[in-house]
């Protein structure tokens, strides 16, 4: 009989060639007392993704943790993101998308011993480095703190506060919500609701290295940021809407947003190619949402 591994790495990517080789040496790189797996789903890259994957398994000593996946077709990055959760063997999943990768090599099993020995809590994350395309060291999205913090769905409800390479959960739900593929965004959602099963534990140590302005996220103008992420709020306010106080805490974020995106259009950006996106009429960024929305609800 197959020995399954305790965790499972979560890896989906498209079109990250110049990238992935830091990203699944780090996974490679952990030092465990469990065994991992490492969920390779290339969404049909035309690059040389492949034949990177296909050496480091050949030649690394820990090559057989890698499971590669190219799919015939492209499935779309949260389509993707979900097939990865959705093969996972492990009792637990780690997250690393194909231009993140991760720093110490005792990350996994710092993590996965905290929840061991912790069965109250569902998630655990830290603090990440973020980086340019370059690899430059920057700072422009989480604040983190510098000690260790508990957190509740209550606290997750205002916010995302886990960034993706941080994250290693329990695996809570063997059959993910039919509405997830159609979310523009992927992970806020899923840790959403793995944060219905327990607490979230946070660690201040700076394990894993976030890169900005390539990836699907990063790459975009705030503008359409904010429309994702409300069309993403409103299908988890409908999920949620037997629990009163998180629906409350989700609606009241939306709402935020929704301000921030009327103020869009009055804010001057001086930088060209970004200039276009925020010029998009604030009729047209509705228009995406309701678009959006509909589509969900004809599913």
Known sequence: MEKKPLVSVSMPNYNQAKYISDAILGVL???ADFDIELIVSDDCSPDH???????????HPNGKWIRYVKHDKNKGAIPNFEWTISQAKGRYIAVCEGDDYWTDPLKLQKQIDFLENNPEYSISFHKVKEV?????EQHTILNSPETEQTLTIEDLAKGNC???PSVVFRKNIEILPEWLPYSPIGDYPLHMLNAEFGLIKYFPEEMAAYRI????????????QLVN???ALKLLITHFKQNENVKKILSEQSNFLMDELTQIQK??????????A??????KLFVILIRKLRYSLKR
């Open 29 to 31: 790189s952990q030092q």
């Open 49 to 59: 993704t492949e034949s990177i994957v296909q050496n480091i398994i050949h030649t």
């Open 132 to 136: 340019s395309t370059s690899g430059e």
């Open 162 to 164: 886990i960034h993706t």
């Open 213 to 224: 302005g390539d990836g699907m996220w990063s790459s975009q103008t705030r503008a359409f």
């Open 229 to 231: 992420t409300l069309f």
């Open 267 to 276: 804010v001057q950006i001086d930088f060209a190619p970004e200039k276009a």
């Open 278 to 283: 925020y010029n998009l009429s604030l009729k």
